[in-house]
């Protein structure tokens, strides 16, 4: 159960939710019903990949990172309105964006093997 704080603790998150406005404004969230957690959880379906598994996004282009699954969550994915698989990927040193990030997310329908990747 969730506790409320006392009126003087949540006075800087009242100047915080001012000072942000609507960014912070849980009124402004609006995930659907179906966002509650699955009926049947945890009997959903098994992840497509695996710990330690090379992947890289699906390409939209020419360019793409690639990297090693280092974890995995199941959540409401809310641009295709149900569940599924996300993963935290360790970029590949040699991926485009490791200059200047070392881990990412990504759906599970954005990830593809890597195998040209996993013989370098």
Not at 56 to 67: L, M, V
Not at 100 to 117: K, N
Request: charged fraction near 20%; include cysteine.
């Amino acid at each position: 159960m969730a506790q409320s704080f006392s009126r003087k603790r949540s006075r800087p998150l009242q100047i915080i939710h001012r000072t942000f406005g609507c960014a912070l404004n849980p009124g402004h969230l609006h995930l659907p019903s179906a966002s509650d957690l699955p009926a049947a959880f945890p009997q959903v379906e098994m992840p497509r990949f695996h710990l330690g598994d090379r992947l890289r996004w699906i390409p939209h282009g020419n360019a793409t990172d690639w990297g090693l699954v280092m974890g995995r969550f199941y959540s409401y994915a809310p641009h295709c309105c149900c569940w599924q698989w996300c993963y935290l990927i360790w970029l590949d040193p040699a991926s485009p964006s490791a200059a200047w990030v070392r881990a990412d997310i990504a759906w599970e329908d954005d990830l593809e093997p890597s195998d040209q990747e996993a013989t370098r």
